[in-house]
């Protein structure tokens, strides 16, 4: 009964020492997810902005809508807005034009069958012509849709579709390809059951990824926003809720981990596509190395006791946009965690883990 009570004395011992050392070896490290924070107000769409751009969005809306009406003698389209707009991971670009795209949806060709549709250069046309006379700028006819750009401002995207009676998805009016599967409210929806189920940090930790990309791409391939949506959202770690800076690394780490076993994304909802399938052996290396690059340079600013050496180091990745600490008179360093160590996935205390 004594070796009992003696072990028991001894394992509560331990437990509490590596407690206390972990603890000390944690309280060392510079915390930087204030500076995060700042940095994510710096680069999301801000209220005024997002109210600038629902007027643009809204005028185009009644161009298209009159012209369908008055002109085509047809019924009036319906709109969906997609993309990073709806999900809310929307950034301020560096060169500060923003991108939104809204979607236009041909309802009086919903009843007819797709053999009789036209194709998708004249409906392309259709909405060229509804909106030539919004800006200065001609609108843009691209493959995917039609660009209306608000010169030095921002543009608007209007991806065209047909959902007909009988079909569960709409096809986009693809000007080269014809009429393509796509469904982009599928997309939509399932992001923010990501976000519902995980946490609201991982919006920002989407903008976190795009303006990575917006700083360092220079002419590079990346992945485009979407893929970085879907691969922070995979790959999301879970116990880093109030640190940025570690959540982002390890996310980071993950993604390089999974990607470097094999590089292939799908998407997670119909349609059910390859999204690297363009990307050349070279392009996957480059990216690999720049994301290993970008996880060594985070995982020394996680470890250093100096926030104004870590904050340089955030710079190096992000531009000057992130903000640099300049540390009090008496500065404290507050408890933080590795993000992660070698290859490991990251832990913060016990309970960081991949979702």
Not at 102 to 114: C, K, M, P, S
Not at 275 to 301: H, M, P, V, Y
Not at 317 to 339: H, L, S
Request: hydrophobic fraction near 35%; aromatic fraction near 10%; glycine fraction near 4%.
């Amino acid at each position: 009964m004594r070796l009992v009570k003696d072990g028991l004395i001894i394992r509560k011992f331990l437990s509490s020492l590596i407690n206390t050392l972990n603890y000390e070896v944690k309280l060392i490290m510079a915390e930087c997810n204030d500076l995060f924070l700042k940095f994510n107000g710096e680069i999301e769409l801000k209220n005024s902005k997002k109210t600038s751009l629902r007027t643009s969005r809204n005028s185009i809306r009644n161009d298209i809508i009159n012209h369908f009406e008055k002109k085509l003698k047809v019924s009036k389209p319906k709109f969906w807005g997609q993309g990073s707009y709806m999900m809310n991971t929307i950034i301020k670009p560096i060169d500060g034009e923003y991108d939104i795209d809204d979607g236009v949806y041909l309802e009086h060709l919903a009843e007819i069958d797709e053999e009789e549709w036209p194709t998708a250069e004249t409906v392309h046309n259709w909405i060229i012509k509804a909106v030539q006379d919004r800006t200065h700028t001609p609108p843009k006819n691209k493959n995917t849709c039609v660009r209306v750009i608000y010169k030095g401002n921002y543009h608007i995207d209007l991806p065209i579709y047909i959902k007909s009676k009988d079909s569960e998805h709409p096809k986009l009016a693809h000007k080269t390809k014809g009429w393509v599967d796509s469904d982009p409210k599928e997309l939509t929806n399932w992001f923010k059951g990501q976000v519902s189920s995980k946490d609201t940090q991982l919006k920002r930790l989407v903008r976190y990824f795009k303006s990575w990309k917006d700083f360092k791409k220079n002419g590079d391939k990346f992945p485009s926003g979407m893929i970085f949506t879907i691969l922070a959202a995979n790959h999301y770690v879970e116990g880093y809720e109030d640190a940025d800076d570690s959540a982002f690394i390890a996310v980071a780490q993950e993604i390089y981990d999974a990607l470097n076993a094999n590089f292939s994304l799908n998407r997670p909802v119909f349609p059910e596509e390859e999204l690297f399938e363009d990307w050349s052996d070279t392009a996957k290396t480059n990216f690999l190395s720049k994301l290993s690059t970008l996880i060594n340079n985070g995982q020394k600013a996680l470890e250093t006791e100096d926030k104004a050496e870590a904050s340089k180091i955030w710079i190096k990745q992000f531009g000057d946009r992130f903000p640099e600490f300049t540390p009090p008179k008496e500065q404290n360093n507050v408890e933080k965690g590795y993000a992660l160590k070698a290859s490991a996935p990251p832990i913060l205390g016990n309970y960081g883990r991949s979702s």
